[in-house]
């Protein structure tokens, strides 16, 4: 089904940049999860990724749908396995194993408020963080907390990618503040 949306809609790439050789915190909301793994493959070709997903059922469901884009998981969340996620994430990208994407604002919201997580990865790893943002022109929303995002078929879908965001020399509130914005810059 996802495939199938991706293939029945034009679209138009935003992509600010390249990614530097060094791993990346890549920084997408949670409504937004659906077609983030087509964004990666376009913007990172031949790079490997983990994704930090939630040791809930429904993140389960999430885990096995990722695998069939290749990309990894690193199960934990803000309400179970914090601790454990965060270091693994933070040892994936300081050994230099590869990227690790994230929602800031899941997996249970508040929807579009960032969590600490991000930043903590940022400072501890001196990595930069790149956002993945789409618009679809048709699309409809779920009424979950998140108002997830699924686009209709024979529309456009506008798939954006920011430059490197560096955050190690900002204090936590500054950070948020900044990530905040960009990543609110193409949101629905």
Not at 151 to 157: D, K, Q, V, Y
Request: hydrophobic share 45%.
């Amino acid at each position: 089904m996802i495939h199938l949306i991706y293939f029945f809609n034009k679209k138009r790439w935003h992509i600010e940049g390249e990614l530097p050789d060094s791993p990346v915190i890549v920084a997408f909301w949670h409504a937004e999860l659906l077609l983030a793994p087509f964004i990666y493959k376009r913007v990172a070709p031949g790079r490997s990724v983990d994704v930090m997903i939630s040791e809930h059922f429904d993140g389960e469901i999430i885990a096995r749908t990722m695998r069939f884009f290749g990309i990894g998981a690193i199960r934990g969340s803000s309400s179970k396995g914090a601790a454990k996620a965060l270091i693994q994430a933070i040892r994936r990208i300081k050994q230099r194993e590869g990227d690790v994407a994230i929602t800031p604002d899941g997996p249970k919201g508040p929807r579009h408020e960032l969590s600490d997580g991000i930043v903590a990865m940022a400072r501890k790893t001196g990595a930069p963080i790149v956002i993945f943002n789409y618009r679809p022109s048709r699309f409809k929303q779920a009424k979950s907390w998140d108002r997830f995002l699924i686009p209709l078929p024979f529309g456009t879908i506008d798939f954006f990618c920011s430059g490197p965001i560096y955050i190690c020399d900002m204090d936590i509130d500054e950070a948020k503040r900044v990530i905040g914005e960009r990543m609110s810059e193409h949101a629905i």
